[in-house]
């Protein structure tokens, strides 16, 4: 059978070697590129709520938010493609900028990737910050853009290499948890800011974004590159030096070895952006590109990118809406924290399934509770505290499944499961269709949420399911694999083993 629930496979070799604090402070400074990605997240939304920031660069919808015309539908107020372009366009920056990061970080490796991007991030942040115009904002969203694509293409995968494979699970979703921490402190500076006498907060919201920048520019400093990313380049000597110390022994043989071995197998591959078409790598390739394309259409976007805008639609006032997303990025904060700690306990699929089940029971929820206050017409008459709070609790509740499965394992699974010699081109294409759909579903949302009213979350309540369905069958589970083995979780799966040779990867070019 093609699927079904597949049993923790069999452990690989046990590679000597205990957590340190020199791997901890290595992964955690490099997590910290999710700083960048989370703040974006967080900001965006809440200044697009800013009355001082629309009427200076988007008047219309200011005119059309402040208007009493009771013709004018409640669910569309935010309606503009100019305002969700200033949102969405970072992603199409960061599509393009991911492609280019898959050959910079395997020629010079994953560190200079980090670094590259948080120097794009930088400039992008001072630009939005002092913006006078709006090209002013969008070129600045580009270079955004372009330091996000560099973090997220190299991130993932710097942690996957350097965590122990006992603890790669906790280690690699520290990304997830700056990304989530970044999107809280924007939250709350949104909150703060917006309150400033003589509505320039929003300035100091947008031009904020240079603090996490300065943090991965000069966090990326003080690290060293993977030893996989050495090895690859020919640097044999400093990656047994680097095993050693991360892994608190002398003896790490065996885990060279293997290293050394995949380096060798990959130099079969000239072409890695060819090689991905190969039947060995179909699994990989599938993964990819379902498990980004599935996470952003679960709708947790709509949550972060608009939380303050979706509140303030649904009859908050501007400064309630601003708590209430403060609230859903505290949860998603916190939350991603138990991803951590259960992760490599439970494994991935566990977390995936249960995180999938309780958004689809909330979405259900939040859809009816819409439907009945709002109707089609999207006058409610006014929201009590009671009920407000009440859609609160399970937007909460839908955040939360979120942050402990699909929002850490969304990076986590696609960086472990990638073969050294397309790690780097495999790791663009799932960074790639993430920016594509957090793009697609940032550029419609307002759209969306038009003309389909409350039926948005069903929309998305759909894709939960499905994608529920897609991990139970086709998913293997990863836990405590060593990165190095991964080729045989795909070997022993009852639908990818047809697709995967039973024989050790010989090389051959491409």
Not at 101 to 115: C, E, H, K
Not at 146 to 163: D, H, K, R, T, W
Not at 353 to 381: C, H, P, R, W
């Amino acid at each position: 059978m093609a699927g079904g629930i597949m049993a923790a496979p069999e452990k690989g070799k046990d590679y000597p070697g205990k957590f340190t604090w020199k791997v901890f402070y290595t992964c955690f400074i490099a997590a910290s590129g999710g700083l960048i990605f989370g703040y974006d997240l967080g900001i965006s939304g809440g200044v697009t709520s800013m009355d001082s920031f629309l009427s200076k660069f988007f008047p219309a919808v200011y005119q059309k938010q402040i208007s009493t015309d009771p013709s004018n539908n409640q669910y569309c107020k935010f309606d503009s493609q100019t305002l969700t372009l200033f949102t969405s366009s970072l992603y199409l920056a960061a599509l393009f900028s991911s492609l280019v990061a898959a050959s910079v970080s395997r020629t010079f490796g994953r560190r200079i990737t980090m670094l590259m991007g948080g120097f794009l991030f930088l400039a992008g942040a001072l630009l939005n910050g002092f913006a006078e115009a709006i090209w002013m904002l969008i070129v600045g969203r580009l270079l955004l853009g372009f330091g996000i694509g560099c973090a997220n293409q190299s991130v993932p995968i710097y942690l996957s290499e350097m965590a122990p494979y006992k603890y790669r699970g906790s280690l690699n979703n520290l990304f997830q948890l700056m990304i989530t921490l970044g999107i809280l402190i924007a939250n709350v500076l949104n909150y703060g800011f917006a309150m400033i006498p003589g509505g320039w907060g929003w300035r100091l919201s947008l031009g904020g974004a240079v603090v996490p920048a300065l943090i991965i520019i000069i966090g990326s400093f003080t690290l060293t590159d993977t030893p996989s990313s050495l090895i690859e380049r020919d640097r044999l000597d400093e990656a047994k030096e680097l095993l050693k110390k991360v892994r608190g022994v002398d003896n790490v043989d065996a885990e060279l070895a293997d290293l050394v071995a995949a380096r060798e197998a990959s130099k079969g591959v000239s072409n890695q952006w060819r090689a991905l078409f190969q039947r060995k790598y179909r699994p990989q390739l599938t993964m990819a590109i379902a498990i980004p394309f599935f996470q952003q259409l679960t709708g947790i976007n709509v949550i972060t990118f608009y939380a303050p805008v979706l509140f303030k639609t649904l009859g908050f006032g501007n400064s309630a809406s601003l708590m209430s997303a403060m609230i859903t990025g505290g949860v998603n904060c916190v939350s991603t924290i138990a991803a951590i700690l259960l992760v490599d306990r439970f494994g991935r699929r566990v977390l995936f399934l249960e995180g999938g089940t309780q958004m689809l029971l909330s979405q259900i929820v939040v859809t009816v509770m819409i439907a009945y206050k709002f109707g089609i017409d999207g006058n409610s008459g006014g929201l009590s505290k009671e009920y407000a709070g009440a859609v609160v609790l399970f937007i909460c509740t839908y955040v939360a499944g979120f942050a402990w499965s699909w929002g850490p394992l969304g990076w986590l699974v696609p960086s472990e499961i990638f073969s050294l010699e397309v790690r780097s081109a495999l790791q663009s294409v799932n960074v790639s269709v993430n920016m594509i759909f957090t793009f697609l579903v940032a550029q419609i949302f307002t759209l969306m949420l038009c003309h389909m009213k409350f039926g948005m979350f069903i929309f998305f309540a759909f894709f939960v399911f499905v994608m529920s369905i897609f991990i139970y069958k086709f998913l293997p589970e990863t836990k405590g694999v060593p990165i190095e083995e991964m080729a045989l979780v795909w070997q022993k799966h009852p639908f990818w083993g047809k697709y995967v040779s039973q024989e050790k990867p010989q090389t051959t070019s491409t």
